[in-house]
């Protein structure tokens, strides 16, 4: 039973880990841009999400209500104002752009919120639990794996059903043919990147809710995010998913054999799906 139960956490813990992927495999698929800044906007959602819960006593989760569209404004502004500059066939600009904002955001939270771990107050439901099939399950991992079903699913269902996926599939495929029949490409990249910050910024607030956090763990959550993204298949966005339950489960597995093996066994398992297979398990087939 305890296998089993370390089994079922690894795989609530991947819907984590899946959120905190979705905003890059979004942004890769529009864009082809790979976000070295992402774990740091990642942590600065949960730090917005103290400010605002701090200043107004609002439940964490109710501080999504104000979090996500400063999330998703920042990521317009970014991309408009900035990283647009950098796309073309050189990756080399983006990445360094990126890793630069990576440098300027840790820097600039450890000055406003200092070095000091902090964490968001959610109450009773970060140790609620249900028993299920004689285990017993947090409240809050479940909760957690439901919203990133929930948002994967819409971000699905947008990119195949709506005018605005269109357009992202369109930029995708060839962004000049898109730019001669009308689309604006530089608007249409300004609305992926809020949307994958608008994501990021859930991704944030449960972090902060599910365990302490300070201005230099971004580059954890981005690695983590990067292998989840790698595993499932760069641009599928339940790739994604799948990827972020297979490295919750290897972690959980590997902390179960030995606790120091917990980081280690999910970066061991990442290696050997990259060797098998480079271009991840579910990679995105061009129709």
């Known amino acids: 039973m305890d296998w089993i139960n370390a089994l079922v956490q690894g795989i609530l813990l991947g819907g984590l880990y899946a959120l ?43 501080a999504l209500i104000v979090v996500v569209p400063l999330m998703a404004a920042l990521g317009y502004a970014l991309q408009r104002g900035l990283l647009n500059q950098t796309l073309g066939d050189d990756i080399l600009p983006p990445l360094l752009v990126t890793f630069g904002l990576s440098v300027i955001l840790q820097n600039g939270l450890l000055e ?45 269902w947008t990119f195949y059903h709506t005018p605005l996926g269109r357009s992202f599939r369109a930029v995708s495929d060839n962004q000049d043919i898109a730019q001669l029949m009308g689309i604006n490409r530089r608007h249409v990249f300004g609305l992926a990147m809020a949307l ?5 910024a859930i991704a944030g607030i449960l972090l902060g809710i599910r365990t302490s956090f300070d201005p230099s763990i ?11 993204v790698i595993i499932g298949g760069l641009g599928n966005l ?7 339950v297979i490295l919750g489960v290897a972690q959980t597995i590997g902390a179960k054999i030995d606790p120091g093996w917990q980081i280690l066994a999910g970066h061991i398992v990442f290696l050997l799906i990259l060797a098998v297979r480079p271009n991840g398990l579910f990679p995105r087939i061009s129709a």
């Open 238 to 244: 339940w790739g994604t998913l799948a990827g972020g």
């Open 196 to 200: 994958a910050l608008g994501v990021t």
């Open 112 to 156: 406003i919120y200092s070095a000091d771990p902090q964490k968001l107050n959610a109450g009773g439901l970060e140790t609620a639990s249900v028993p299920v099939a004689g285990l017993s399950l947090g409240v809050l991992p479940l909760l957690t794996f439901a919203i990133a079903v929930l948002v994967i699913w819409g971000l699905q």
């Open 218 to 228: 971004g580059g954890g959550r981005l690695i983590f995010g990067f292998e989840a």
């Open 20 to 62: 905190f992927a979705a905003g890059l495999s979004l942004i890769f698929g529009v864009m082809r841009l790979v976000n070295i800044a992402h774990g740091d906007l990642i942590v600065l959602a949960a730090f917005l999400g103290l400010t605002v819960t701090t200043a107004t006593g609002m439940h964490p989760l109710l």
